[in-house]
């Protein structure tokens, strides 16, 4: 039996009195390739932002391999193992994808391992391993800017690589993608979760099933259903909010 990487419990935050999340109770196991899909406004980037320490909740708990999440700083729950991708591409433009890749790294990450970082073996080793990954091997020496919408959502992704977490949230990975690049992105992401959790929020419901393997459905902060793509796209509830009768 799998073990749990991530146990959200009674979960909730305001906002001026809204309840963004309300009473929620989320489980993640390991390499498990989690998909939480939902109306606009149901909460899932919310869910996310509490993760990652973005935002603090007002109740409840979010534990991660004996970490309390909700008690840490952001920098802090990056470096325990949690790495966060944000609807749009985060990437150094200025730089390479090579360049990209290597400040990623973690002995990079503080002033004293920028001061004393040497470009080794192994960091070139690791550099072009998580490019042929992210199908960017051939795009090395290339200037992010130059890269397409999609290839700049596969560099984001190999920067979190880098950083080697045990867990990935990432927030509409295939927007604004091709149909060939939201294949080659499914497929990376089958290959992410042989060794690694990912949570992943998706409107593209063809992507999810190909990908997912469990789904969560949230309506206005709470948990509406919870299954396979099959079971949840079936369920009465989950038809009525996204058509409405």
Same mark, same amino acid.
């Given at each position: 039996m799998s073990q749990?990487?991530?146990?959200v419990?009674?979960l909730?935050?305001s906002?001026?009195?809204f309840k963004?999340?309300?009473?929620l109770n989320?489980?993640?196991?390991e390499n498990e390739l989690?998909?939480?899909i939902?109306p606009?406004?149901?909460?899932?980037?919310?869910?996310l932002d509490?993760i990652c @320490?973005?935002t603090?909740p007002?109740t409840g708990?979010?534990?991660?391999k004996?970490?309390n999440?909700?008690?840490?700083?952001e920098?802090?729950?990056t470096r325990a193992?949690v @790495?966060r991708?944000?609807q749009n591409p985060?990437v150094y433009?200025?730089?390479?994808?090579?360049?990209?890749?290597?400040?990623?790294?973690?002995?990079?990450?503080?002033?004293?391992?920028?001061?004393f970082?040497?470009?080794n073996?192994?960091?070139?080793?690791?550099?072009q391993?998580?490019?042929?990954?992210?199908?960017l091997a051939?795009q090395?020496d290339?200037?992010?800017?130059?890269l397409?919408?999609?290839?700049?959502?596969?560099l984001?992704?190999?920067m979190l690589?880098?950083q080697?977490?045990?867990?990935l949230?990432?927030d509409e990975?295939?927007?604004?993608m091709?149909?060939?690049e939201?294949?080659?992105?499914?497929?990376?992401?089958r290959?992410i979760?042989? @060794?690694?959790s990912v949570v992943?929020?998706?409107h593209?419901?063809e992507?999810v099933?190909?990908?997912?393997h469990k789904?969560?459905?949230?309506?206005q @902060?709470?948990?509406?259903a919870?299954?396979?793509?099959e079971?949840?796209?079936?369920?009465?509830?989950?038809?009525?909010?996204?058509?409405?009768?």
């Amino acid at each position: 039996m799998s073990q749990m990487i991530l146990e959200v419990q009674n979960l909730g935050v305001s906002f001026d009195g809204f309840k963004a999340i309300d009473d929620l109770n989320f489980y993640v196991e390991e390499n498990e390739l989690h998909v939480v899909i939902g109306p606009n406004g149901a909460g899932k980037t919310t869910l996310l932002d509490m993760i990652c @320490g973005k935002t603090k909740p007002t109740t409840g708990t979010i534990a991660f391999k004996g970490h309390n999440l909700e008690r840490m700083l952001e920098y802090q729950i990056t470096r325990a193992g949690v @790495g966060r991708k944000f609807q749009n591409p985060l990437v150094y433009e200025d730089l390479t994808v090579s360049e990209n890749l290597e400040i990623s790294y973690p002995k990079k990450r503080d002033v004293f391992g920028s001061l004393f970082f040497k470009r080794n073996e192994t960091v070139l080793e690791e550099i072009q391993r998580v490019a042929e990954m992210i199908f960017l091997a051939d795009q090395l020496d290339r200037k992010s800017a130059l890269l397409s919408h999609g290839q700049k959502q596969w560099l984001e992704i190999g920067m979190l690589l880098m950083q080697d977490p045990q867990l990935l949230l990432l927030d509409e990975p295939v927007a604004g993608m091709s149909a060939r690049e939201r294949e080659l992105t499914g497929a990376l992401l089958r290959k992410i979760a042989e @060794g690694r959790s990912v949570v992943v929020i998706e409107h593209d419901m063809e992507f999810v099933k190909s990908v997912a393997h469990k789904v969560t459905v949230l309506h206005q @902060g709470k948990k509406l259903a919870e299954g396979s793509m099959e079971s949840v796209q079936s369920d009465p509830r989950v038809i009525e909010v996204y058509l409405g009768h």
